[in-house]
Each structure stands twice: as C-alpha cells, then as structure tokens.
Nanobody, 126 residues
Framework: QVQLVESGGGLVQAGGSLRLSCAAS????????MGWFRQAPGNEREFVAA????????YYTDSVKGRFTISRDNAKNTVYLQMNSLKPEDTAVYYC???????????????????WGQGTQVTVSS
C-alpha cells in the first residue's frame, strides 16, 4: 500500500551538511504526517522531526532545532530532512515514517506511525 525509501545518508565531517530524502509510493493521503526518527547504537529510538503532508505544522526535537529542516515536495511524494551544522552526536540510522490515518496523534510517538522506511546511516566524524 505505502512504501517509504530513504536515501542521502553517508559520512560527513562535523559542521557539514546532508539532505535525506524519503520517497513515498503507493496510496497516499493528504492527511499524511511524515517524519524522521533516528537510533544510534545503545540509544533509544529518538524522534527527530515531523510535518503534516498537507499542512503547515512542523515539529522538531530540541536537539536539532535551528540545524535541521523538514520539508516536502508533494508532487514527488517526497519528504526531506536538511541537516546542517552536523555534530558527531547526530550519528545514527535515520528512519522515515508516515501515518496515513487521519487522526490526532503524538508525532513523537513511534507507535503512532504505520509505515517505516528501511533506514539510512548518517555518520558524522569529529
């Protein structure tokens, strides 16, 4: 029904930038909430950012505010995460997530998302 495919991960030095992309295919809805989580070895899965597919509301975890920007291209059914001023603590596997069920949801709760991408590794060197 819905598939999410991330791309854009890689190895970057501290202070550098990366842009992650997540392409959604299959059936989509204007009520989508899409976002990003990340998980580093030994750490809990962490909410990063989210955006309503057809709205203006965006959400960020405090640690990335001012550095990361989530955006979308509805024509391409793609959501992006522009990551600037990267820090070593940003190193993690980044997962694209989506919810196609119109509902009030906690965007920071991974259990409120129905679809997950395969993940893309982001490594930031000191």
């Amino acid at each position: 029904q819905v598939q999410l495919v991330e791309s854009g991960g890689g190895l970057v030095q501290a202070g550098g930038s990366l842009r992650l992309s997540c392409a959604a295919s299959g059936r989509t809805f204007s009520s989508y909430v899409m976002g990003w989580f990340r998980q580093a070895p030994g750490n809990e899965r962490e909410f990063v950012a989210a955006e309503h597919w057809s709205g203006s509301s965006t959400y960020y975890t405090d640690s990335v505010k001012g550095r990361f920007t989530i955006s979308r291209d509805n024509a391409k059914n793609t959501v992006y995460l522009q990551m600037n001023s990267l820090k070593p603590e940003d190193t993690a596997v980044y997962y694209c997530v989506a919810q196609d069920d119109p509902q009030v949801m906690d965007v920071t709760d991974p259990d409120d998302y129905d679809y997950w991408g395969q993940g893309t590794q982001v490594t930031v060197s000191s």
